[in-house]
């Protein structure tokens, strides 16, 4: 046996073949390729930690408001693909549209006032099936997940109600602006000395009302003659009460966030029209006054009064 093992070391060195004894190491190395090693356990995620996620399909030309409960405080963009913008004037409607034809799948998130979080995935498609998204009360039983596929059932509007619209700095819906304002125009006058009248027309401040921090105007043109009045704008400003002729005049215009009976632009011969505008609760000073000035389009039948603090200060609680 050892002149085998001799003769084979010895042709191992012609061939140069080098014969060595396992080393420590591998013999470790092989002890390890048998025993499997321990690996942590993965932590499942658990259902009720997922926040699903909304499909919408955004086209280029168009845009797609989507509601939420309570006024948006953060938006981020999966990519610049995409465009988001909240509404004007209002907290908590979210307008996106595509920012360029036949964008990549992308998503983008949105954090409301009331904490939650909103996830949405986005596609391109030019003529989507829906313009229109209210999540102000849409509810979805614990796990059940929107998909593309049954999406419809929770955003085609049958399963909610009409979204609800929330003014910037109002602590007021839509809905409640538009049925105090509606309550406005069911009161008797309360304010009779203030106006203009001039050209067979008539403009009037008939009732100032204040509710939560919201003030309301009610207003009433009368056309007195047989030509017909169209209302090219009503604005109000806040001026200086005396203005020199060295004093500049400083004008800061007060924009109404809601008017009952914008649309009727037309004052027909012999009628009246009275409208209310809502705006955000504020006073001025004594030294200040307001000007309502109301103008014709294409006429000369301008009218102008004015509305002191005291006018403003005497408003009735509605």
């Known amino acids: 046996m050892k002149t085998v093992v001799a003769l084979l070391i010895a042709l191992g060195g012609t061939l140069g073949v080098t014969w060595a004894q396992p080393s420590a190491d591998s013999t470790y190395r092989q002890r390890e390729q048998l025993v499997p090693l321990r690996m942590a356990p993965e932590i499942p ?22 509601i939420f409960d309570s006024p948006i405080r953060s938006v981020d963009l999966g990519s610049r693909d995409i465009i988001a913008n909240r509404a004007n004037d209002v907290e908590n409607v979210l307008k996106v549209k595509a920012g360029r034809l036949g964008f990549n799948e992308t998503n983008f998130s949105v954090i409301t006032a009331d904490g939650k979080f909103w996830s949405f995935v986005a596609s391109f498609n030019e003529s989507p099936t829906i313009l229109a998204l209210n999540l102000a009360t849409a509810k979805m039983n614990d796990g059940e997940q929107i998909t593309i596929e049954s999406k419809s059932s929770f955003i085609d509007g049958q399963n909610v109600r009409d979204g609800v619209i929330q003014f910037a700095g109002v602590r007021a819906t ?37 509710k939560d921090n919201v003030i309301y105007y009610k207003m009433s043109i009368e056309n007195k003659s047989n030509i017909n009045y169209d209302i090219d704008f009503v604005r109000f400003f806040i001026v ?19 008017v009952y009976n914008e649309g009727i632009r037309t004052i027909k011969g012999k009628m009246t029209v009275e409208k209310v505008y809502a705006f955000q609760k504020f006073t001025i000073p004594d030294n200040k006054r307001v000007i309502v000035m109301a103008g014709e389009v294409n006429g000369g039948r301008n009218l102008a009064f004015i509305i002191n603090n005291a006018d403003i200060m005497g408003a009735d609680k509605l």
Do not use: W
């Not at 200086?240 to 809601?258: M, N």
């Open 45 to 66: 995620i658990r259902e009720n930690s997922v926040i699903r996620s909304h499909y919408l399909e955004l086209p280029f030309n168009k845009t797609v408001s989507i």
């Open 174 to 210: 839509q809905s409640e602006v538009v049925a105090n304002c509606d309550s406005v125009m069911k009161k008797h006058r309360n304010v009779r000395h203030l106006g203009v009248e001039g050209n067979l027309m008539q403009a009037a401040l008939k009732g100032v009302y204040i």
């Open 240 to 258: 200086d009460k005396t203005v020199t002729k060295r004093t500049s005049v400083q004008e800061i215009e007060l924009l109404p966030f809601y």
